[in-house]
Nanobody, 132 residues
Framework: QVQLVESGGGSVQAGGSLRLSCAAS????????MGWFRQAPGKEREGVAL??????????TYADSVKGRFTISQDNAKKTVYLKMNRLSPEDTAMYYC???????????????????????WGQGTQVTVSS
C-alpha cells in the first residue's frame, strides 16, 4: 500500500505561481510511476504531468495545455513529487490529485491519458483556484 498526501494548493491571481507537493509513504516510491491529474467541476479528470524511472534517471511527460508552464520533479530523499506551476490562468482552476502506478509497473507518457483505473493509488487532492 502507498499513501499519497498532497499539499500546496491555494488561491492565486492569473499569472501567479504555486508549487504542489505529494508525499509518499513508501520508501521505494522512486520505482513508481508518479503523476499529477486535475479535475474541474463538470469535467473529466485529466492528466497534467507524470514522471517515471528509466535507466540512469527519469523521464517526464506533460499535457499540451501545461507544457512550458508546469514542471514535475521529485526528491527521492523526501519521498516527494512536486508540481511547479507558473503563469497560472483561470483555466487551471481544478482539484489536483497525485497518483502512483507501481511498484515497478510499466509506465510511459501514454499513461497520462489512460483511464484513472490504470493508476493504483490516489491522494485526496488539493484545490487550486486561479482568479482573473
Amino acid at each position: 500500500q502507498v499513501q499519497l498526501v498532497e499539499s500546496g494548493g491555494g488561491s492565486v491571481q492569473a499569472g501567479g505561481s504555486l508549487r504542489l507537493s505529494c508525499a509518499a509513504s513508501r520508501s521505494n516510491y522512486s520505482s513508481f510511476c508518479m503523476g499529477w491529474f486535475r479535475q474541474a467541476p463538470g469535467k473529466e479528470r485529466e492528466g497534467v504531468a507524470l514522471i517515471y524511472p528509466v535507466t540512469g534517471g527519469s523521464r517526464v511527460t506533460y499535457a499540451d495545455s501545461v507544457k512550458g508552464r508546469f514542471t514535475i520533479s521529485q526528491d527521492n530523499a523526501k519521498k516527494t513529487v512536486y508540481l511547479k506551476m507558473n503563469r497560472l490562468s483561470p483555466e487551471d482552476t481544478a482539484m489536483y490529485y497525485c497518483a502512483a502506478r507501481g511498484p515497478g509497473a510499466y509506465c510511459s507518457g501514454a499513461y497520462l491519458s489512460r483511464s484513472p483505473s490504470e493508476w493504483n493509488y490516489w491522494g485526496q487532492g488539493t484545490q487550486v483556484t486561479v482568479s482573473s
